[in-house]
T-cell receptor, first 115, second 114 residues
Framework: DAGITQSPRHKVTETGTPVTLRCHQT?????MYWYRQDPGHGLRLIHY???????DKGEVSDGYSVSRSKTEDFLLTLESATSSQTSVYFC??????????????FGSGTRLTVV | AQKVTQAQTEISVVEKEDVTLDCVYE???????LFWYKQPPSGELVFLIR??????QNEISGRYSWNFQKSTSSFNFTITASQVVDSAVYFC???????????FGTGTRLQVFP
């Protein structure tokens, strides 16, 4: 399996505080993604990255920002956490050696609770 | 626009029953790819299958089989002789031409009772 880790695995934070989730990969995949999973909504794309310093918005990007300063790290920041951002967040990677359409490898997820 | 619809929110069966999970997709691309992922109660997302739009052959892997029909824009997943370990949420997903982004359906929760 590709090496992809998310940290932290669980986090409880207060409304209004900034939160950063980290995704780290060791397999040199080009593309990285952040999704959130909510009941009834499945997996929805927040932001994604085509490479270092090359990011773009997904369908639910409001209230989130990302950064990718190194190939292996993709950070997701909740600028001011709200209760509606309570969710399970998944990082995914794809595109090893420039290939496309072979699907994702997912991280284990981060369960975030905003109180 | 691309879209994936999994109309079945939840399915319950008794062990050894066969069960089919439906997936209907929308895309304007002529080249596209379809996927199924499994999410067991432990929460991780596990890749099951990838299919490209030019290959309509059905695929079988043990008790799992997939039926891809372009005429009805469907990519259905059948589990034969279901087992308790098949209990999970199953996601169907779509990616289009020249992009790796996946569009997911809302998932179907399968519960298999002993």
């Amino acid at each position: 399996d590709a090496g992809i880790t998310q940290s932290p695995r669980h986090k409880v934070t207060e409304t209004g505080t900034p939160v950063t989730l980290r995704c780290h990969q060791t397999e040199n995949h080009r593309y990285m993604y952040w999704y959130r999973q909510d009941p009834g909504h499945g997996l929805r794309l927040i932001h994604y990255s085509y490479g270092v310093k090359d990011t773009d918005k997904g369908e639910v990007s409001d209230g989130y920002s990302v950064s990718r300063s190194k190939t292996e790290d993709f950070l997701l920041t909740l600028e001011s956490a709200t209760s509606s951002q309570t969710s399970v967040y998944f990082c995914a990677i794809s595109g090893i050696e420039g290939t496309l359409n072979y699907g994702y490898t997912f991280g284990s997820g981060t369960r975030l609770t905003v109180v | 626009a691309q879209k994936v619809t999994q109309a079945q929110t939840e399915i319950s069966v008794v062990e050894k029953e066969d069960v089919t999970l439906d997936c209907v997709y929308e895309t304007r691309d002529t080249t596209y790819y379809l996927f199924w992922y499994k999410q067991p109660p432990s929460g991780e997302l596990v890749f099951l299958i990838r299919r490209n739009s030019f290959d309509e052959q059905n695929e079988i892997s043990g008790r799992y089989s997939w039926n891809f029909q372009k005429s009805t824009s469907s990519f259905n997943f059948t589990i034969t002789a279901s087992q308790v370990v098949d209990s999970a949420v199953y996601f169907c997903a779509l990616s289009g031409y020249n992009t790796d982004k996946l569009i997911f359906g809302t998932g179907t929760r399968l519960q298999v009772f002993p």
